[in-house]
């Protein structure tokens, strides 16, 4: 019988990669995506990032079962040409099948319910420390343990930036809105846009925001050919400023981290404030703006301005903790330049993280990072469940000969340091000289 379907070779999807001209595969099948991009829940980056080829692996991750029945209004007649799947893959396909029929991505269990209640805690004894008590000791100590809540409510974002933490989507919406705009000050809409393209591209040293810290910090030597930021739409400048920062990023990383925040506040209005589409803009600039009200009056209630600045240098610096953490999963394992591919999802997500070694007590703290292998194979999964799976995912990757990073917290330190450290000799070499300075980009990175 003859195949009465119509074919395009994959040369000829990569050809639909452009703003514009968007396809992709899906299990072979072809669909145009292009006018998606404007509704897409994830954003239009992942759909930028990876238009023009199959990505089947990306899709089962990040969609539920029910996603499927959508895909054919999509669908534009054509099937992939020798469209294969390679074992790891076929692997991993099935575990994401088998962990959908244990119910592991529904089950939630009360992970957000005592999230709530100790940040509800937290909250209670760092306001009754500013108004209740005459202390210095004790107002620094509510300083921390604002700081303390905000990694919390850190968590809380993360999670139900993946998946619903609460009953309904409207409830969860509420959660994203308290505790990220207005309880810490960071657009929860900024969030999900910059953490999608980290999870699509994995330590893309072009695609992936996460990486992307000049002039304060760089990974790899390829930054010093002021690589072109795709996540920010503008070239990375190694010039003067920069090279002296990097020359010295192992000493000035931790003291960094302790002011991260103050670019994730700046990030967050810059997005709300640019003309990019952003869903419930008007929801997410209140939000921020209930933070701005709030927290400037409790800081005003101290006694003196030597109190207030202790304060939030003391929440700041604590949160600082959250910062570092982010950067340990990433900062040491592999790199690579240039747009994801999503037939090497299984490997590339692998390749680019590194989990933290923990007992069980502590996974409060890590806030599920400790599992960041899981996290990006499988990042539907509420972080309850991710120390559950971790058995097979290890098998897997050994199975195929994949990389399953895993060390203590103080090793994933040394080996951040020991990245910084690398990166930084390089830098201080003078024989290849850079450009003087151009402008100074220190709001426009990510912490």
Same mark, same amino acid.
């Given at each position: 019988?003859?195949?009465?379907?119509?074919?395009?070779?994959?040369?000829?999807?990569?050809?639909?990669? $452009?703003?514009?001209?968007?396809?992709?595969?899906?299990?072979?099948?072809?669909?145009?995506?292009?006018?998606?991009?404007?509704?897409?829940?994830?954003?239009? @980056?992942?759909?930028?990032?990876?238009?023009?080829?199959?990505?089947? #692996?990306?899709?089962?991750?990040?969609?539920?079962?029910?996603?499927?029945?959508?895909?054919? +209004?999509?669908?534009?007649?054509?099937?992939?040409?020798?469209?294969?799947?390679?074992?790891?893959?076929?692997?991993?396909?099935?575990?994401?099948?088998?962990?959908?029929?244990?119910?592991?991505?529904?089950?939630?269990?009360?992970?957000?319910?005592?999230?709530?209640?100790?940040?509800? !805690?937290?909250?209670?004894?760092?306001?009754?420390?500013?108004?209740?008590?005459?202390?210095?000791?004790?107002? @620094?100590?509510?300083?921390?343990?604002?700081?303390?809540?905000?990694?919390?409510?850190?968590?809380?974002?993360?999670?139900?930036?993946?998946?619903?933490?609460?009953?309904?989507?409207?409830?969860?919406?509420?959660?994203?809105?308290?505790?990220?705009?207005?309880?810490?000050?960071?657009?929860?809409?900024?969030? $999900?846009?910059?953490?999608?393209?980290?999870?699509?591209?994995?330590?893309?040293?072009?695609?992936?925001?996460?990486?992307?810290?000049?002039?304060?910090?760089?990974?790899?030597?390829?930054?010093?050919?002021?690589?072109?930021?795709?996540?920010?739409? +503008?070239?990375?400048?190694?010039?003067?400023?920069?090279?002296?920062?990097?020359?010295?990023?192992?000493?000035?990383?931790?003291?960094?981290?302790?002011?991260?925040?103050?670019?994730?506040?700046?990030?967050?209005?810059?997005?709300?404030?640019?003309?990019?589409?952003?869903?419930?803009?008007?929801?997410?600039?209140?939000?921020?703006?209930?933070?701005?009200?709030?927290?400037?009056?409790?800081?005003?209630?101290?006694?003196?301005?030597?109190?207030?600045?202790?304060?939030?240098?003391?929440?700041?610096?604590?949160?600082?903790?959250?910062?570092?953490?982010?950067?340990?999963?990433?900062?040491?394992?592999?790199?690579?330049?240039?747009?994801?591919?999503?037939? #090497?999802?299984?490997?590339?997500?692998?390749?680019?993280?590194?989990?933290?070694?923990?007992?069980?007590?502590? #996974?409060?703290?890590?806030?599920? @990072?400790?599992?960041?292998?899981?996290?990006?194979?499988?990042?539907?999964?509420?972080?309850?469940?991710?120390?559950?799976?971790?058995?097979?995912?290890?098998?897997?990757?050994?199975?195929?000969?994949?990389?399953?990073?895993?060390?203590?917290?103080? $090793?994933?330190?040394? !080996?951040?340091?020991?990245?910084?450290?690398?990166?930084?000799?390089?830098?201080? #070499?003078?024989?290849?000289?850079?450009?003087?300075?151009?402008?100074?980009?220190?709001?426009?990175?990510?912490?």
């Amino acid at each position: 019988m003859v195949d009465s379907k119509k074919h395009i070779s994959q040369q000829d999807l990569k050809g639909h990669n $452009k703003p514009g001209d968007l396809w992709i595969s899906v299990q072979g099948k072809v669909y145009n995506v292009t006018d998606w991009t404007k509704h897409h829940p994830g954003g239009d @980056l992942p759909l930028l990032s990876l238009a023009g080829q199959d990505v089947t #692996d990306a899709f089962v991750a990040y969609h539920p079962g029910a996603a499927w029945q959508y895909l054919d +209004r999509f669908f534009t007649g054509y099937y992939l040409e020798d469209y294969t799947v390679s074992e790891a893959s076929k692997d991993y396909r099935k575990l994401v099948a088998e962990f959908s029929k244990m119910g592991l991505f529904e089950k939630k269990g009360h992970c957000a319910l005592y999230t709530f209640v100790f940040m509800a !805690m937290l909250f209670a004894v760092s306001i009754y420390g500013v108004f209740c008590s005459d202390s210095t000791w004790v107002h @620094l100590c509510s300083g921390g343990l604002m700081g303390l809540l905000w990694i919390q409510s850190g968590w809380i974002g993360h999670d139900s930036g993946h998946y619903q933490v609460m009953s309904s989507r409207g409830i969860n919406r509420i959660v994203q809105i308290l505790t990220g705009n207005c309880l810490a000050g960071i657009s929860i809409a900024w969030w $999900k846009r910059n953490h999608n393209a980290h999870h699509i591209a994995c330590n893309s040293l072009d695609f992936d925001p996460d990486l992307q810290h000049m002039p304060f910090f760089v990974v790899s030597s390829k930054f010093f050919n002021s690589i072109t930021s795709c996540y920010y739409e +503008r070239k990375l400048h190694f010039d003067s400023v920069a090279r002296f920062l990097v020359s010295y990023q192992h000493w000035t990383f931790y003291p960094v981290m302790c002011f991260a925040r103050i670019n994730l506040f700046a990030q967050s209005f810059l997005l709300l404030l640019s003309k990019k589409n952003v869903p419930n803009r008007v929801q997410e600039i209140f939000g921020i703006l209930v933070f701005w009200i709030w927290y400037p009056l409790l800081i005003s209630c101290l006694p003196n301005w030597g109190e207030r600045v202790m304060f939030i240098v003391a929440s700041f610096s604590v949160t600082g903790i959250q910062h570092v953490q982010f950067c340990l999963n990433h900062f040491s394992s592999n790199v690579y330049v240039g747009p994801p591919c999503s037939n #090497d999802w299984f490997r590339k997500q692998t390749q680019g993280t590194l989990n933290i070694k923990c007992s069980s007590w502590m #996974d409060w703290f890590h806030g599920g @990072l400790q599992f960041q292998v899981e996290h990006h194979l499988f990042p539907r999964l509420p972080r309850c469940n991710l120390r559950k799976v971790s058995p097979f995912v290890v098998e897997l990757c050994k199975k195929h000969n994949l990389p399953y990073n895993i060390v203590s917290f103080w $090793k994933s330190n040394a !080996m951040t340091m020991g990245t910084l450290q690398a990166a930084a000799l390089q830098a201080r #070499d003078l024989s290849s000289p850079v450009p003087r300075n151009l402008v100074w980009e220190a709001v426009n990175t990510h912490g």
